[in-house]
Structures are given as structure tokens and as C-alpha cells.
């Protein structure tokens, strides 16, 4: 009961508008659970999958391999010393092996297998396990075109080929497939956590654009990023990336696609009539999401966006339509991003698609689906295939000419999405009217 009550004390400190944020004890509880599932559960079907029954994760302190990272007990903020995980798979009898070749336990999931008395040598330890299971394939952090699985550094691959006898170092295999499998899959624990972490993305920027926050010819788009990132801190969470905020008026022509993310004047004042967009995301149990939304500043008189904002982002609507239904299991991200563009273009549709894999990193592992400068395809990661349980964000825009401003704006649009076994929805809605600042007040007959 004592644990309850302190619970909803905290909750209500850190929920301004509804959303149950754990304090930090609770998450590392979490945390904990959904890694067990995931180590017991998951990695067995991902190691089928792949081909491969033997996995070692290499990593030093402050220097952490991106899978290890996400791999890390709760309340270990880093790997200690040199950290080496092993896991061995037997399909036949349907086991799978969690060992870490230190002095300790890596938490509660994976078991020290080093006693350093009898085995001074941690790489001489590390072969000693490898010959008793004697695996097929010895699978190691490599990757041509995935950073989060290229996270074993020259210096520890060196060091541990010197101790291998040849016909063992003929067994080293990229991990590449496996890494990426157990970055980009979701269980379904970690999707019912997402819903509440879109909810809370979506609350903040509907916040960040409402009149709490924004007062015409006063505040600036940068006032409106860094009330972001205090709100975030405020709730207990973190960003993963600094919040944007610009602005398209029109009195201005179009920019280039830089704009948005590093090429916007600072302290640009918000003024009515201003077409206004943000790209934000947050962290909170170990996931992340990536969020990008539009509101219009409303003119004196006026009650609702002009109508051809409102046509201009059903066209961006209409552009994530057509890209989600090209996600079909197996599929490679280059092949959706081409017939997706190939037929919003068909419909006179102008658009430009860079969906990225999301989950345990914001620019996660798996799929590529166009980058805003690599429209034609992505080399590599762009032709990795995709499969169910995972998350994206179907980041893209369509450029739209609108005749009252005499300029073509960007329709720009962000939205987390689950592809599973029933096909594809997106994680928490997606935006289909602009947010209006100040909120229209019906009872002022407004």
C-alpha cells in the first residue's frame, strides 16, 4: 500500500496532462522486466532466424558497442571494464546460453562465467567457453551499413583473433542480421509503452503550440524549442535530439530541405498567419520517438486555417497513405520508397520520403525507406528487408503551390508506425488538422 501511495505521489508530480511517467525506480523495474522477456523470449527466435547459435558482444567502459548499450541492467549506466556477453544457442534442445565473461553476474538475466583465480586471462576464458560449445558460427558486431551493428572496435577484434586458432577464426561471421533483429523488434509489452509515449510526445508539441506558450509578435520559434526541451526535463525525460521549430509565411519563398533542421534563422518572432512546424522526440524506457506536426497562427477574425492549408495537409496525409501501403513483410526499403514515389508522383502529388526505423535509438536499425537527399534509393540499409514487430517514422513532405501565398510551401509530416502481422497502423493517430493558436473559444462566440 506504503509502495502504491508513493507511486501516485510521484506520478501526479510529474504528469501536467495525464500521462503516468514513472519515477525512476519504477522504470528501472520496467526496464528489467521487458529486458528479461526480450534475452528469454526474443533473442532465441531472432538467433533461429538469422542462422546463428553463437553471439559475442565485445565492449569496453565508456565505450559501449550500441547493442550492449541497450542490453545494460537498470542501474548500470555503463559497461564496467572490458564487458564480454556470450550467447550460445542449441535449437535441438531448445536452450539458449546468457554468459558474461567477467567476475559478476551482468544483472539478473545474464551469468559471470570468469573466475578470474583460476583463469587469469579473459580472452584465454573467452576461447575456453567458445571450444566447449563448439557453435557453427561465432557472430561479432560488424557491419558494412548498419552503425548500431558495427559497434566492436579494432583494438578488441585484434586482440581477441590473436587468441583464436585458425580453424575457430574461419567461423567469425557479421552479427549484422541478428544485432539489427534485436534493435529494430518490438514485444508486445514495449508497444503498449509506446502508445503512452506518442501520447506524451503529441501532448507536449500540442502545448508548445498553443497560447500558453506562444504570444504573436513576441515569442520566437527559438523561445518555442527551448520551452521543448524544459518541458521535457520538467517531466522527468529526456530528448534525443534538440527540438526545431520554423516557420513558412507568405511573404517568403521555399527553402531548401536543410532549412527545417539547421539552415532556420534563430529568434525568428511568430507572427499571425504563420504556417508553423516542429520536429521533436523524447526518451523514456529505454524507446524513442520522433515526431514532426503543423499549426497555424490565426489572424484576428479569424476561426479555423485557411482552406488551402487545410487541402495542403490532407496532401501530406495523402503521401503517408501511399507509403504505408506499400509495407508488405520481406519487402526492402528501397523497393517501397520507389513504388510509393512512383505513385504519389502518378497522382501529381510532389513528394519526398525519408522514413527511418525507431525504437531502442531515434535513427534506429532496420530499413531504410529514403533519406531527404538520397531519393532514388539507399545503398546498403535501404535494401534491407522489412520485418513485422517493428517501428518507424514515416517522416516525409510533399511540396505544395499555394496560389494566395504565390510560393510553394512543404507539407512536412512525422508519425511513429507499427508494422505487424495485421499490416500496418500508426502507434498513437497521426495528424489530420492544423493546430490553431490561440485555441478557438466557443463559449467567448468566437
Keep these: 500500500m506504503i509502495r502504491v501511495l508513493i507511486l501516485c505521489f510521484f506520478v501526479g508530480m510529474h504528469c501536467g496532462f495525464g500521462q503516468q511517467i514513472l519515477p525512476e525506480r519504477e522504470r528501472a523495474r520496467v526496464v528489467d522486466e521487458i529486458l528479461a522477456e526480450r534475452l528469454n523470449h526474443l533473442l ?49 534442445k531448445d536452450t539458449l546460453e546468457k554468459l558474461a565473461v567477467a567476475r559478476y553476474d551482468f544483472g539478473a538475466n545474464i551469468k559471470g562465467a570468469w573466475d578470474k583465480e583460476q583463469q ?75 502508445e503512452q509515449l506518442v501520447e506524451i510526445t503529441h501532448n507536449i508539441i500540442a502545448e508548445a503550440f498553443s497560447e500558453k506558450v506562444i504570444t504573436p509578435g513576441v515569442t520566437t520559434t527559438t523561445d518555442v524549442e527551448w520551452w521543448m526541451r524544459d518541458k521535457v526535463t520538467q517531466l522527468g525525460l529526456e530528448t534525443w535530439f534538440h527540438p526545431t521549430v520554423d516557420v513558412q509565411r507568405n511573404n517568403e519563398g521555399l527553402t531548401g530541405h536543410l532549412y527545417s533542421f539547421s539552415d532556420r ?38 476561426t479555423d486555417a485557411p482552406d488551402f492549408l487545410l487541402d495542403a495537409l490532407e496532401e501530406g496525409n495523402r503521401v503517408q497513405d501511399i507509403l504505408t501501403d506499400q509495407f508488405k513483410t520481406g519487402r526492402r526499403g528501397n523497393e517501397i520508397l520507389l513504388s510509393a514515389l512512383k505513385q504519389g508522383k502518378a497522382e501529381g502529388l510532389h513528394p519526398a520520403i525519408y522514413t527511418h526505423p525507431l525504437g531502442s535509438y531515434g535513427h534506429s536499425a532496420g530499413p531504410t525507406i529514403g533519406m531527404w537527399d538520397s531519393q532514388g534509393g539507399v545503398p546498403g540499409d535501404g535494401d534491407y528487408t522489412l520485418f513485422p514487430n517493428t517501428v518507424y517514422a514515416i517522416e516525409l513532405n510533399t511540396t505544395v503551390h499555394i496560389e494566395e501565398w504565390n510560393r510553394d510551401i512543404r507539407v512536412m509530416l512525422e508519425e511513429a508506425g507499427f508494422w505487424g502481422d495485421n499490416g500496418f497502423r500508426y502507434v498513437k493517430g497521426r495528424q489530420t488538422d492544423l493546430l490553431l493558436i490561440p485555441r478557438v473559444k466557443d463559449h467567448l462566440g468566437e
Design 265 to 302: 534563422p534563430d529568434q525568428e518572432i511568430i507572427q499571425p498567419g504563420d504556417l508553423l512546424h516542429c520536429d521533436f522526440g523524447i526518451t523514456y524506457l529505454r524507446l524513442n520517438t520522433d515526431c514532426q506536426e503543423l499549426a497555424y497562427v490565426l489572424k484576428p477574425g479569424e
Design 120 to 194: 587469469p586471462d579473459q580472452w584465454a576464458r573467452l576461447v575456453e567457453l567458445i571450444k566447449e560449445r563448439d557453435p557453427q558460427k561465432i557472430a561479432l558486431n560488424f557491419s558494412e551499413h548498419f552503425n548500431i551493428a558495427d559497434g566492436l572496435v579494432h583494438t578488441d577484434l585484434e586482440e581477441f583473433k590473436s587468441y583464436l586458432e585458425p580453424e575457430l577464426e574461419e567461423r567469425i561471421v557479421s552479427a549484422e542480421p541478428l544485432a539489427v533483429g534485436w534493435i529494430e523488434t518490438r514485444t508486445p509489452r514495449e508497444m503498449m509503452i509506446y
Design 44 to 92: 532465441p527466435e531472432l538467433m533461429d532466424r538469422s542462422g546463428i547459435d553463437m553471439w559475442v558482444v565485445i565492449s569496453r567502459e565508456y565505450n559501449e558497442d550500441p547493442v550492449l548499450r541497450t542490453m545494460l541492467p537498470a542501474t548500470w549506466l555503463n559497461a564496467r571494464r572490458r564487458t564480454i556477453l556470450l550467447f550460445y544457442r542449441d535449437r535441438e
